[in-house]
């Protein structure tokens, strides 16, 4: 075969080494062998993008792909890395396998990040978890690559500074980031806002208008809350993605789209195209390459890096410095934090206010955000709209769909008719009375519990069991604390 540079063999296992070696003399492929540490000092000094079998090394396979990511890696052992570089696990060692594996390396070219752009990706996105880590890799995988992206996460977990990350590191950086909230504009308008509108298309049209996707051209197009696209948009914005044309409103020209489009929601995609509600075509043609932005609770040890984020973009703003004590911030690394980096951001600016040009003390702070460090449980206080939500579901009449389920569930626990209404029956009111609120978020945990029990740990099914959405019965568990 024709294989353009040299193969360095990199393994301890001299038996498994010498097969490949007259494997690669066999395919007249140049090659250079060996085990020792020194291979690595020699990879170090070659400046074209090259090949590596790597087996049993001295070295990790994960700090050589960090190492080395202008070189293309082929394991000779199972892994689990994911980076770009790898590109692929050599399980047996065949001519033909090895063969397509040494194609594949003809064609890879290397995710090449500037210093710059990376000083750049660090500077947008804040924390140096495991979590955020994987982000950035993601990030420098996909940004050079024309494949669309879909951002998923919470409310609040930064996917617009995720998308403008993706923008800057890419081709298309030097044009322009066009966002646009598919959830804040109303249906009938949306139409003319992503496409643009001729003069006299409806009424009030005056004027000719380009839309978002003309705005774009030759930049990128950011399609937040894509998930509350009503149902006749999806059908025109998947033809534009497939043929990459759109037409203004009231006209008759084709414009070409030369946009990458960036989408991001917080809603359960799968879980709607099962509700029909988002379109399943649309959904694959936008998850090319999906990207999950980590919850604050699930990085929680970033807390001390955002809150100096933060602290110095609200510091111009309210002509005042603040920081926080160490007591403090164990605090906040103990909240769950529902509202994610928006709610850090809020509780920041709050301080500005109440604490201005002072250390923010364990005293200062919220009752909430101080609750876990007071031996309290760390979940926000079972107030009087949570009553009212928890009477409502327990105690109001249900469909009849709901009903069902319920009857199932005690079905499936192998309770009969007599067990399930003792179950339900409230305690007799004694003289000393009863703590209402406690008693119903027991009742509530206990019966989330038992469902995600009966249910495998899986809340999409929980949640139709309890007769209540999906999101809502994740904000309960987290207020709660409950895990799958």
Not at 420 to 446: C, H, Q, R, Y
């Amino acid at each position: 075969m024709s294989f353009n540079g040299c193969v360095l063999i990199m393994d301890h296992n001299q038996e498994r080494r010498l097969r490949l070696e007259s494997i690669l003399s066999f395919m007249q492929v140049e090659w250079r062998s060996g085990s020792r540490a020194e291979d690595k000092n020699w990879l170090q000094s070659q400046p074209q993008s090259m090949t590596v079998l790597v087996g049993e090394t001295d070295v990790p396979l994960s700090e050589l792909l960090d190492a080395f990511p202008h070189h293309a890696f082929i394991s000779l052992v199972d892994t689990v890395c994911s980076q770009d570089n790898l590109l692929g696990t050599l399980a047996s060692l065949t001519y033909d396998e090895l063969t397509s594996l040494l194609l594949q390396a003809r064609n890879w070219q290397p995710v090449l990040i500037s210093s710059d752009q990376d000083c750049r990706l660090h500077d947008l996105l804040i924390g140096e978890s495991e979590a955020m880590t994987e982000v950035k890799n993601l990030i420098r995988q996909v940004a050079n690559k024309p494949a669309n992206v879909l951002l998923l996460g919470e409310s609040g977990t930064g996917k617009e500074v995720i998308a403008r990350a993706i923008h800057l590191l890419s081709l298309q950086s030097s044009g322009p980031f066009v966002p646009i909230n598919c959830g804040a504009i109303p249906a009938e308008l949306l139409e003319s806002e992503l496409f643009g509108h001729e003069k006299g298309a409806f009424t009030g049209a005056v004027t000719a208008r380009k839309g978002r996707f003309e705005l774009a051209e030759g930049g990128t197009l950011f399609l937040d809350e894509i998930g509350d696209m009503p149902l006749p948009m999806q059908v025109k914005l998947l033809r534009v993605l497939q043929e990459r044309t759109f037409e203004r409103v009231g006209g008759t020209r084709s414009i070409t789209a030369k946009v990458r489009v960036i989408a991001a929601t917080h809603r359960d995609l799968e879980q709607m195209i099962y509700e029909q509600r988002f379109r399943e075509d649309l959904y694959y043609r936008l998850n090319v390459f999906p990207i999950e932005a980590p919850a604050l609770s699930q990085r929680q040890e970033d807390i001390p890096l955002l809150l100096n984020e933060l602290i110095s973009r609200h510091r111009i703003t309210h002509n005042a410095e603040i920081s926080f004590s160490p007591a403090a911030i164990d605090s906040l690394k103990q909240w769950h934090w529902p509202g994610n980096v928006r709610e850090l951001s809020n509780l920041v600016e709050r301080m500005f206010i109440l604490c201005p040009n002072q250390m923010v003390e364990l005293a200062d702070l919220p009752a909430k955000y101080r609750a876990a460090s007071e031996g309290s449980l760390m979940i926000r206080s079972f107030d009087e709209l949570d009553e009212r939500d928890a009477l409502s579901a327990m105690f109001q009449s249900e469909p009849e769909g709901v009903a069902e389920n319920e009857a199932d569930f005690f079905n499936f626990q192998g309770l009969d008719d007599d067990e399930e209404e003792a179950s339900f029956m409230a305690p007799t009111l004694s003289a000393d009375g009863v703590n209402l609120k406690d008693m119903l978020a027991n009742i509530e945990m206990d019966m989330i519990s038992q469902s995600l029990e009966v249910n495998d740990g899986v809340v999409a099914r929980a949640a139709e069991h309890l007769g209540m959405r999906r999101t809502t019965l994740v904000e309960k568990m987290k207020k709660y604390g409950i895990t799958k």
